[in-house]
């Protein structure tokens, strides 16, 4: 069973940066994509960013030059570096496997507001 503990949100004010962490309970980690999702109040979870166990990387338009993803396989660790972050940016964010996602764990709550 894989487990995905998120961690790094907080409040934070417009045009404010937070970097979020993920660790990743599962064998095999490097063969996997991964992507950070987010899920605000009344709305659909969404994908936010993904990475290719080669590093290739894509972004949703409304993120795309402010929010950065990486990983680490040694650490099967996945961040994500939020810039320049807006009120609508507020949600919860998770991470999980990119297209076919494992269980979802309790993410981390990103409050954009001054």
């Known amino acids: 069973q894989v487990q995905l503990v998120e961690s790094g949100g907080g409040l934070v004010q417009p045009g404010g940066s937070l970097r979020l962490s993920c660790a990743a309970s599962?064998?095999?980690?490097?063969?996997?994509?991964m992507g950070w999702y987010r899920q605000a109040p009344g709305k659909q979870r969404e994908l936010v960013a993904f990475?290719?166990?080669?590093?290739?990387?894509g972004y949703a338009d409304s993120v795309k030059g402010r929010f950065t993803i990486s990983r680490d396989n040694a650490k099967k660790m996945v961040y994500l570096q939020m810039n320049s972050l807006k009120p609508e940016d507020t949600a919860v964010y998770y991470c999980?496997?990119?297209?076919?996602?494992?269980?979802w764990g309790q993410g981390t709550q990103v409050t954009v507001s001054s």
């Open positions: 990475i290719t166990r080669g590093g290739s990387t």
């Open positions: 999980n496997r990119y297209g076919s996602p494992w269980d």
């Open positions: 599962v064998s095999i980690f490097t063969i996997y994509a």
